[in-house]
């Protein structure tokens, strides 16, 4: 009898330790093996660009040829491209994972294949009163991959997403477009460690103006600009009503030093929606 119980015993244990011995497939070797963010590996256009045009901005000289502000590629480069005359172009490295966890939120979680900029027009023409705003950015986003090439281009996305926070595909846009320049700043910012001062003395600020805030975080910094040894940082939280879909607060974080030895100047800013 006890051997046929310590048989048992020691089957199961075996059964058990062999299948906590086989790893689980990682979810994002899934994404990569998957049909939806398929790729050429040899693909020489951008999997991803960001472009961001018109505003009241300085006419560029004859000839000037303006790139992406981002632009995504299939090893994983990342270029801060040249979009006006002044900005100098910065490249970082995304992993194989950074890249396919980027690519499942644009295409997969925030579907931009199923976002379409006529729709959005059609959306926001049905709405009363319309509220309009003069001399503001176009985003235009694109994403190349095997299934095929989409694009999107909206007016003055964060004004319009916030007027009418009912249109789910300008939710959408907004959460790439704050995702992307997320990316875009990091490479200009560079070392880990900077980017955590930066928070740091943001976040001192922020508790000094209003304590009940939560404090930014890394995924908040959505700019960053290093020119003729200065850096400016901005980052940007939007908190929301809980059961609404607007906008409550907005709290903005900017950062600037002159030099790697001066000492920055932070400042928070802190907007309160009207119910």
Not at 181 to 186: G, K, L, P, W
Not at 232 to 245: P, R
């Amino acid at each position: 009898m006890c051997f046929v119980i310590c048989r048992l015993f020691l089957t199961t244990s075996l059964l058990i330790l062999s299948a906590t011995a086989i790893p689980a497939q990682d979810e994002w070797d899934v994404l990569a093996n998957s049909k939806e963010l398929a790729f050429d590996d040899e693909q020489v256009e951008p999997l991803i660009t960001l472009e961001r045009t018109g505003g009241l901005r300085v006419a560029p000289p004859e000839g000037f040829a303006p790139q992406p502000l981002m632009a995504l590629f299939a090893d994983g480069t990342i270029v801060r491209g040249v979009d006006r005359p002044g900005v100098i172009e910065v490249r970082g490295k995304l992993s194989h994972r950074q890249l396919f966890e980027l690519l499942d939120f644009v295409v997969n979680r925030q579907q931009f294949y199923n976002t379409d900029s006529e729709a959005i027009k059609t959306s926001l023409e049905r709405h009363e009163p319309r509220v309009m705003i003069s001399d503001a950015l176009s985003s235009r986003f694109t994403v190349n991959l095997e299934r095929g090439s989409h694009e999107v281009t909206v007016y003055a996305l964060e004004f319009t997403q916030n007027h009418h926070p009912d249109i789910e595909a300008l939710a959408r846009l907004l959460a790439i477009e704050k995702r992307l320049q997320h990316h875009v700043a990091m490479i200009e910012i560079g070392e880990t460690e900077k980017v955590q001062e930066i928070l740091r003395a943001m976040n001192d600020e922020l508790k000094k103006k209003r304590a009940s805030l939560r404090p930014l975080t890394v995924e908040d910094i959505v700019y960053a600009r290093r020119r003729a040894g200065q850096l400016t940082v901005n980052a940007t939280k939007n908190i929301m009503h809980t059961n609404l879909k607007k906008r409550k607060t907005k709290v903005v974080g900017s950062y600037r030093q002159k030099g790697p030895d001066s000492e920055p100047t932070v400042g928070i800013y802190i907007m309160d929606e009207k119910e």
